[in-house]
């Protein structure tokens, strides 16, 4: 079945840890996103990324890091710099480079501070 | 005013009661147009798609005014299982060739039996 992928289901990172996040998914989606969610909020866009190589900021960057080295993966680092990092962390996909598709979403990494 | 707004409820409705969302939208270039459902603790899965006839898909129906820049989500004979917060998205041309994919921050259902 395809799908996308997310692990570990949950994280903990200890104070100036770098943690990463993965994101796996075998749909032949060009596009990749990751958003953030906290309690009770809505998404917000932290990196996307339409092709392989190349990834855009999105709202909240800061803190985050992405690499997509392949069309399957794009891994996010939390870094140290994100000093609330405590949240819901969703990664999505669309087929294409997005145009006016929906977004199909990995089931989420939930990241708690130690 | 925002891209895009939904009243965040809660709305809290008996079983069997019809129950209407509405999402309304900023840019007048939206393309597309989604509904979501998230679930506690879960991640949105794609409801449906909204297009310019209206849509329905068993108990659910999905509506678009672009005169009025808002789309619509009508449940009828609610089901303590739709209990989850609904999200819309609408996709823009934000040119050159890209769109931008925008969330609503969702509207809570709760059916209370």
């Known amino acids: 079945d395809g799908g996308i992928t997310q692990s570990p289901k949950y994280l903990f990172r200890k104070e100036g840890q770098n943690v990463t996040l993965s994101c796996e998914q075998n749909l032949n989606h060009d596009a990749m996103y990751w958003y953030r969610q906290d309690p009770g909020q809505g998404l917000r866009l932290i990196y996307y990324?339409?092709?392989?190589?190349?990834?855009q900021k999105g709202d909240i960057a800061e803190g985050y890091s992405v690499s997509r080295e392949k069309k399957e993966s794009f891994p996010l680092t939390v870094t140290s710099a994100q000093k609330n990092p405590t949240a819901f962390y969703l990664c999505a996909s669309r087929r294409g480079q997005g145009g006016t598709q929906p977004q199909h979403f990995g089931d989420g990494t939930r990241l708690s501070i130690l | 005013r925002k891209e895009v707004e939904q009243d965040p409820g809660p709305f809290n409705v008996p079983e069997g009661a019809t129950v209407a969302f509405n999402c309304t939208y900023s840019?007048?270039?939206?393309?597309?147009f989604f509904w979501y459902r998230q679930d506690c603790r879960k991640e949105p899965k794609l409801l449906m798609s909204v297009y310019s006839s209206g849509n329905e898909d068993g108990r659910f129906t999905a509506q678009l005014n672009r005169a009025s820049q808002y789309i619509s989500l009508l449940i009828r004979d609610s089901k303590l299982s739709d209990s989850a917060t609904y999200l819309c998205v609408v996709i823009a041309y934000s040119g050159a060739g890209s769109y931008q994919l925008t969330f609503g921050k969702g509207t809570k259902l709760s059916v209370i039996p």
């Open positions: 990324s339409q092709i392989v190589n190349d990834f």
């Open positions: 840019n007048s270039a939206s393309q597309s």
